[in-house]
């Protein structure tokens, strides 16, 4: 299996980065920011809207895991004195156009594991530019959806 490399690897989040920006204002899913970037900035920041229903400790169905990493990109935002609204607003979609990114890499390994993988085989390559072709992992692929 081929792993990619360093420049191949920041083209893909350039491009689920601009993704990400080009789709910054277009809402898909409420729970995009009511179970994600709502939960981790009243973690970092104190303050923001009561949690939702599933997350009082009577019910406790949403677990902090998702939320954490998030939170902690806000907190290190807020330490810089970084956390302008909008650069608050595109932390979700910036650090989850990384884990976009993973995910066309993830999909040409595995498409390399499982049909072979030499040096001569393009399944791998196939498999990412189908990943890269997606428009649903264009439009939704960074967003914050647990």
């Known amino acids: 299996m081929r792993s990619p490399t360093p420049a191949a690897c920041l083209a893909l989040y350039t491009l689920r980065a601009g993704c990400a920006w080009a789709c910054a204002s277009a809402a898909f899913a409420p729970d995009e920011y009511w179970q994600a970037a709502e939960p981790a900035h009243r973690l970092a920041f104190g303050y923001g809207t009561e949690p939702t ?16 990493p998030l939170a902690a990109v806000y907190r290190a935002l807020s330490l810089l004195h970084l956390d302008a609204p ?20 993830a999909a040409g390994a595995l498409a390399d594991a499982h049909l072979g993988g030499g040096a001569k085989c393009i399944a791998g390559d196939l498999a990412t530019l189908a ?10 692929g960074s967003r914050s959806l647990a």
Not at 55 to 65: C, E, F, K, Q, T
Not at 89 to 100: M, N, T, V
Not at 131 to 140: E, I
């Open 53 to 68: 229903w599933e997350w009082r400790p009577d019910v406790a169905l949403r677990s902090h895991a998702f939320v954490l």
């Open 131 to 140: 990943s890269l072709l997606s428009w649903m992992q264009a439009y939704a």
């Open 86 to 105: 909008l650069v608050v607003r595109l932390a979700p979609r910036l650090l989850f156009a990384g884990a976009a990114a993973a995910s066309d890499v």
